[in-house]
């Protein structure tokens, strides 16, 4: 053939895809005759493994993570001869737990439910049941998990996700060290999934992870922050970094200064007995709002494997400064009674199982500056809160007024500042905000916004965060999880914080459904600044 | 769904009858990833229109369907518009008569989206060299189906006289499932394979192309087989450890066999046309494996 049709540029792939795809490497098509760089079509597959769930009657089960298994067997992403043991204080049978996923699923699946697809998980599944301080139940579970690997062939891979409160790690971990459960013979892996939160200091985080470390080694934990699972989240990524566009404005030479919001409708509803003394700095900031944070502003990694993403992300972590006086670079409140959304909403201290004189925070805002060349004196401002206006998640970078504007006070008058807005969730997508002139004869200009809506662009429905972070988690591949370094340093950023609030007693109160306490708006108006209203 | 039908008209008309149809709704044309060509004749155009809009559902897109009618007629463009509530993206059915049939390009050149890839699609007979059709011309991607020919097998082994990267064809979509599951049947070391059979209903193509595909990785003999089907029921592969295989009776779940380990079943449907379709969109990039395995599959 030698009129090869030219083709207008293929613009189709981005970096981001080209690294998604990397999966084939060089390394497994010489072992594997069958693989290929070049073959995109094959998706990322596990091996054979187990995965060995503590907390299977938790609510974090039903809704995501059984849903995330089918889902990702639906997708033909699970290995053959996948299998998934359930473990948890129940008098029960495998088909008991079955029946459970089963349930799960045909309420929570993102996709359609298929029987044969069922049917390979169905065969995999199996119970133990038992307490965490019975070693009887942990040789059953080594057992079982022996008898698996002849039976399915998984090859003494297991992962072990710990769903399950903090308090019951130790008892755990000690329980798989004590059975041989937590080292790999060779050629296998063993890996321990846990949730947040890590700890709710520097000090209970360096515990807990002592707790892990002392069994597991550093590259077999991953540390689920659900946010970094989002496909919005890495296409902060591709956006920051497979464009030309946006990079030589991201710095303090334009921007003005960013806005990380994290906003709940919702109240604490029944975790009570968690969100209390907890609060929502260290409930959102520390791990999602940081990594937020995080990704918008670190410099380019030299590759999107691991080490490179995290040693980026630990840099400007460390660069994070506090605000000299704490008093007027942080806020927090707590919602009082209200109305959210057209119904009556009792406040926070009324809450089932809330003391009167509780001073933990449902509302937080802290302004933190990143002392490096890039954003020195750009303030980045993060909050967080519960029973505010509606749920919304974004990253807004916020660019300087242009240096001079030709037009008359009048025409201007109503022109914002120029917005680049992520939003994470729900309706994922990014907007651009401009200036532009309203038709007429006047030189009126007036804020528009430019809109990319992922579902339209895209899937009609993405993957959940959790089938992403699991199949990494089976696959053996972290860079979407937190390393411990980062869990420490943005222990660092905010335990001051935390104990400065503490010694001020109750927090300003909130009427829920508004944003948030007076002083959070004072915080902004004092740099000459207001929150984008969502 | 609004739909609106413009008789005797032109690219142009059509062009501002959908930004017209577009602000009416108050949808705006943003989001949309490719246009989407598909040529094809009165008797499949309802399967090719359902497919391709369940496929935009992932891939938001521009679908152009091309409907050539009598030659015999006096010229003439008859087009029918939908923009629906339900699908993202716009369908635009377009029926042309007389020497029109010939010219087909003029009126679909000017109707794709600016700037943003192009892919034709012939879910019938498609040309002998698709790259050189001139609606292949304007696309960077073209898709045939061989299971539409009369006698796909020999339309398969055929393809690669026309090929030019950038084709692709269904018969090889249809395999990815199967070869997903056996490359990981081969992710832990099995030994040398020194032959094999793939099993699969008579006069179906995807058959000897999944042989070819493994011919040319394993570097050994494999033989076709007739079956009863459907469609593909087994691969049989002889190793030096012993034989691996994947069989499927039910067209739903397969059983895979490998040595030394235990019979495992692993679901591995068929699937519909649209998500066939919409695989082939998520790369607009040449499939080099294909070209590999149509040439091994000729020679």
């Given at each position: 053939m030698d009129t090869e049709p030219v083709a207008p540029a293929d613009e189709a792939r981005t970096v981001a895809a080209a690294a998604a795809a990397a999966a084939t490497t060089e390394a497994v098509a010489r072992a594997n005759p069958l693989r290929d760089p070049r073959d995109k079509r094959l998706p990322r597959v596990a091996g054979p493994c187990v995965l060995v769930l503590f907390g299977v009657t938790g609510d974090l089960a039903k809704r995501k993570l059984l849903p995330a298994i089918y889902d990702l067997g639906n997708r033909g992403l699970l290995p053959p001869g996948f299998s998934l043991v359930g473990f948890a204080r129940r008098d029960w049978q495998d088909q008991d737990f079955a029946q459970l996923t089963h349930d799960a699923i045909k309420e929570h699946a993102r996709t359609p439910f298929r029987e044969e697809v069922w049917k390979q998980l169905r065969e995999g599944i199996h119970f133990v049941p038992g307490e965490f301080a019975d070693d009887g139940a942990f040789d059953a579970l080594a057992m079982a998990l022996k008898e698996i690997d002849e039976?399915?062939?998984?090859?003494?891979n297991y992962a072990f996700y710990l769903?399950?409160?903090?308090?019951f790690f130790p008892k755990v971990v000690e329980q798989l060290r004590r059975t041989g459960l937590a080292d790999a013979p060779e050629g296998s892996w063993r890996r321990v999934v846990i949730e947040k939160?890590?700890?709710?200091d520097l000090k209970s985080a360096q515990d807990l992870n002592a707790i892990t470390s002392a069994v597991f080694p550093e590259s077999s934990v991953f540390r689920i922050d659900h946010y970094l699972g989002k496909e919005t989240v890495q296409n902060i990524l591709a956006l920051r970094f497979a464009n030309n566009l946006f990079e030589p404005i991201w710095n303090r030479g334009y921007v003005d200064h960013a806005q990380i919001t994290m906003a709940e409708d919702i109240g604490i509803g029944g975790r009570a007995g968690y969100y209390d003394g907890i609060g929502a700095a260290r409930d959102v900031i520390q791990n999602h709002l940081l990594q937020l944070l995080a990704l918008v502003a670190m410099e380019d990694p030299t590759s999107f494997d691991a080490n490179a993403l995290r040693r980026e992300k630990e840099k400007v972590l460390k660069a994070l400064r506090l605000p000299q006086d704490l008093a007027l670079g942080t806020a927090r409140g707590a919602y009082t009674a209200g109305w959210q959304g057209g119904e009556p909403v009792v406040g926070y201290l009324e809450e089932d199982g809330i003391p009167a004189d509780s001073i933990t925070e449902t509302y937080a805002a802290v302004k933190l500056e990143i002392a490096n060349r890039r954003w020195a004196g750009v303030p980045f401002y993060l909050r967080t809160g519960k029973r505010l206006g509606r749920r919304v998640t974004e990253v807004a970078v916020v660019f300087q007024r242009a240096p001079h504007l030709p037009f008359s006070k009048d025409d201007i008058e109503i022109l914002g500042q120029n917005a680049l807005v992520i939003r994470v969730q729900p309706d994922e997508g990014i907007t651009v905000r401009f200036g532009s002139k309203v038709p007429g004869t006047a030189m009126e200009v007036r804020d528009v916004s430019m809109d990319f809506a992922y579902g339209e662009s895209f899937l009609e429905s993405s993957p959940e965060a959790y089938e992403r972070l699991l199949l990494d988690v089976l696959i053996g591949d972290p860079p979407l999880f937190p390393h411990q370094r980062e869990v420490e340093l943005s222990w660092r950023i905010l335990d001051p914080i935390e104990r400065f609030w503490a010694s001020q007693g109750q927090p300003e109160g909130y009427a829920a459904?508004?944003?948030?306490?007076?002083s959070a708006d004072n915080m902004m108006a004092r740099d000459g600044r207001v929150w984008r209203r969502l | 769904m609004t739909s609106f039908m413009l008789a005797g008209t032109n690219a142009s008309k059509i062009s501002s009858q959908l930004t017209m149809l577009r602000h009416q709704m108050g949808a705006?044309?943003?989001?949309?990833?490719l246009t989407l060509v598909a040529i094809c004749d009165e008797s499949n155009q309802y399967d090719a229109v359902r497919a391709a809009t369940d496929a935009a559902r992932e891939h938001p897109s521009r679908i152009v369907v091309v409907i050539a009618r009598s030659r015999e007629e006096p010229i003439r463009l008859d087009a029918e518009l939908r923009i629906g509530e339900s699908a993202p993206g716009e369908t635009i059915l377009l029926r042309l008569y007389g020497d029109l049939t010939r010219h087909a390009e003029s009126v679909v050149s000017p109707l794709l989206l600016p700037d943003t890839p192009v892919v034709a699609w012939w879910p019938g007979e498609c040309p002998q060299v698709p790259a050189k059709d001139p609606i292949g011309l304007l696309a960077q991607r073209r898709i045939t189906d061989?299971?539409?020919?009369?006698?796909s097998v020999k339309a398969i082994m055929s393809r690669s006289r026309g090929y030019v990267p950038g084709d692709t064809d269904l018969a090889w979509t249809r395999i990815t499932p199967w070869r997903s599951l056996l490359a990981t049947a081969f992710d832990q070391p099995v030994g040398t394979v020194e032959s094999g059979v793939v099993e699969g209903s008579p006069g179906h193509a995807s058959a000897p192309l999944l042989a070819a595909w493994l011919s040319e990785r394993l570097d050994a003999p494999i033989e076709i087989a007739e079956s009863e089907g459907p469609g593909l029921t087994s691969v049989r592969l002889a190793t030096s450890a012993g034989d691996v295989s994947v069989t499927r009776s039910d067209s739903r779940l397969a059983t895979l066999v490998r040595p030394g380990q235990p019979d495992r079943r692993v679901a591995l449907a068929r699937r519909p046309t649209s998500e066939l379709l919409a695989e082939e969109l998520r790369r607009l990039d040449p499939d080099d494996l294909y070209g590999a395995a149509i040439r091994h599959l000729a020679d």
């Open positions: 039976t399915r062939g998984t090859g003494g769903s399950v409160p903090p308090k939160p890590f700890g709710h459904g508004t944003w948030g306490p007076a | 705006p044309a943003v989001g949309m990833v061989a299971r539409a020919s009369a006698d």
